[in-house]
C-alpha cells in the first residue's frame, strides 16, 4: 500500500500553487499526480485539513 503524503509536503504543494505554478510544474516538481494536486485545495475548503483520509479496510 502506498504511504500517504506528509503534510509538511502537502503544504509545499499548497504554498506553490498559491505562488501561481500551475497543476502539472506542482506535480512534476513534487512527482505526484496532478489530480491529487486538483484535490488538495478542495479537501482544504471541505474538511479544513490537509491530512489523508484514514485507510478504508481491506488489504
Request: glycine letters at 10%; charged letters at 30%; hydrophobic letters at 35%.
Amino acid at each position: 500500500m502506498p504511504q500517504a503524503h506528509s503534510m509538511d509536503l502537502r503544504q509545499r504543494m499548497i504554498e506553490a500553487r498559491e505562488e501561481g505554478q500551475t497543476v502539472a510544474q506542482v506535480a512534476k516538481r513534487f512527482a505526484v499526480g496532478p489530480f491529487f494536486i486538483e484535490k488538495l485545495p478542495q479537501r482544504w475548503r471541505e474538511c479544513g485539513t490537509l491530512e489523508a483520509k484514514p485507510h478504508g479496510g481491506g488489504d
